[in-house]
């Protein structure tokens, strides 16, 4: 008891330490700016944050998300061009050419196969001819000659971010910039940047086991979410998209009521707030993307799919739960702790040290995302002479525990003091501060939530732990994926790993 009272009072005094140092604003247009005042260094941190990921991509379209990501650092009308008018007059050709292009190689039946390299090379002659007008890379070339460092950018299936910190002297460039991609973007070396994508996939998917891992079990745990398909896109779709469609994309999901944009650092709100309402203020507004319609029907047989590859064996399971909303969030998350948090968690006791049958073995809550239901999932990768089945055996094992018997008191208390060591580390700069605000304001609509978790953690309880797990970690809830290993011998092939 005298640890939840000590925890209380802690959370009360941080979350009114910075509710007077934060300020929300939602413009007229829909776009909410979040001002948090941190003048501990003469710096700022953004954190922009789009409520659309790769789950949102349109049928046929995988892919377009992360693309629209990499288009966003190619410029606008402004930034990235010797000459827009000229410039656009030569994208809409090339946007011709290639729909006429697309139009003769999609055909199934009676394509004609000297009339697409005719279309080809007019396609190819058009990107050329807009190519001249392009300023590479300028965009960022201006952020980092102002003092911006780390610009990146990223895409997960539920949202996509940008954000980079700079010196709090370049406010007003960051916020014309930032504005401007957001309402001005141009899909300048479109299909080049597509080719760029398409060698990340064949990277990050094609030729990695662990890609390929996860890109087959997210097929088969999913039959009906668009949580099934890869972050990056399926490569027949990926290869074909086009920057008409990037451009109704952004059309329906960057309007300013479905972004968050979060300042943090040497800031007064006073004065940075108008600048904001300047720039972010004449983006036009736009109705809400509508919710996702479809909804992944519970599952009701086990799965398993077994790659055969010459790598080493893999292991992976997953459960199906509910999204970041359910009032059981927490509890996946002390369950997430107990099983793989350091080597005290139960899973590395077990497979680790004291079996010492696996190199590396976690188990962890919203995979692939959380924005909706998604996995609870288990990973493990087997030391040399063991097998996925091993593997499997001893996580169930340790499931099984976690299902008939208590969760210790210090597993219980070492979550929670865990939990409120992160989020105040994750408070402790500009960036995490940008980035925790932007988050919790666009998936709760209040950035208070983020306080909030720390009274549903301490609420967590053993009984709670017990029955969540009796509830998820079920045999018809569940879909395995294997890598076993295959060796090539004599023109032959064998594989070690298999199923015992």
């Not at 004065?271 to 983006?283: A, D, N």
């Not at 319609?293 to 086990?302: C, G, K």
Request: proline share 6%.
């Amino acid at each position: 008891m005298l640890l939840l009272s000590t925890a209380v009072v802690v959370h009360a005094q941080d979350l009114a330490s910075f509710e007077k140092r934060i300020t929300v604003k939602v413009l007229p247009n829909g776009l909410t700016l979040i001002v948090c005042e941190r003048p501990e260094a003469p710096v700022f941190s953004f954190y922009t944050s789009v409520d659309a990921g790769d789950a949102n991509d349109p049928g046929g379209q995988s892919g377009l998300a992360h693309m629209f990501e990499h288009l966003a650092f190619k410029g606008t009308k402004d930034i990235g061009t010797t000459n827009y008018p000229a410039e656009k007059v030569a994208l809409d050709k090339v946007e011709k050419a290639y729909a006429a292009y697309d139009l003769e190689y999609r055909k199934r039946v009676g394509r004609d196969e000297a009339k697409i390299k005719e279309l080809k090379a007019a396609f190819d002659a058009a990107v050329k001819d807009a190519e001249q007008y392009v300023i590479p890379n300028q965009f960022t070339e201006i952020a980092e000659a102002n003092g911006a460092v780390g610009v990146n950018a990223s895409t997960s299936l539920d949202t996509t971010q940008y954000f980079w910190s700079m010196p709090a002297n370049r406010f007003e460039l960051w916020a014309y910039m930032e504005s401007d991609r957001i309402a001005n973007p141009v899909p300048r070396e479109f299909y080049k940047e597509r080719d760029v994508v398409m060698e990340e996939r064949r990277m990050r998917v094609d030729s990695s086991p662990i890609g390929k891992l996860v890109e087959q079990f997210l097929a088969a745990a999913y039959v009906a979410h668009p949580y099934h398909r890869p972050n990056v896109g399926w490569e027949s779709e990926l290869s074909q998209i086009n920057a008409t469609e990037a451009a109704a994309f952004h059309a329906k999901y960057y309007v300013p009521s479905n972004i968050v944009v979060a300042v943090a650092g040497d800031l007064k709100t006073a004065e940075v707030m108008p600048v904001l309402e300047k720039y972010f203020g004449p983006i036009p507004a736009g109705p809400p993307p509508e919710a996702m319609a479809t909804i992944e029907p519970p599952q009701v047989a086990e799965k398993t799919i077994v790659l055969k590859q010459r790598t080493q064996p893999l292991y992976l399971e997953g459960y199906h739960k509910p999204d970041y909303r359910d009032p059981d969030d927490a509890v996946y998350d002390a369950i997430t702790d107990i099983f793989s948090n350091g080597r005290t968690s139960r899973l590395y006791r077990s497979l680790v040290r004291d079996q010492q049958i696996a190199a590396q073995v976690e188990g962890f809550s919203g995979f692939p995302g959380d924005k909706y239901p998604g996995l609870f999932v288990f990973f493990a990768v087997p030391l040399p002479g063991h097998t996925p089945e091993q593997m499997r055996d001893s996580i169930h094992k340790e499931i099984d525990k976690l299902k008939t018997a208590d969760v210790t008191d210090d597993e219980l208390r070492m979550f929670k003091t865990r939990s409120r060591a992160d989020l105040l580390r994750g408070l402790g700069d500009n960036e995490g501060l940008a980035t925790q605000l932007a988050v919790y304001q666009q998936r709760y609509g209040d950035w208070r939530e983020l306080f909030r978790q720390l009274d549903k953690i301490d609420k967590v309880s053993k009984a709670d732990i017990r029955r969540v797990a009796n509830k998820i970690f079920i045999d018809t809830n569940r879909t395995i994926g294997i890598v076993q290993t295959q060796q090539a011998t004599n023109g032959t092939q064998t594989s070690n790993g298999g199923a015992e």
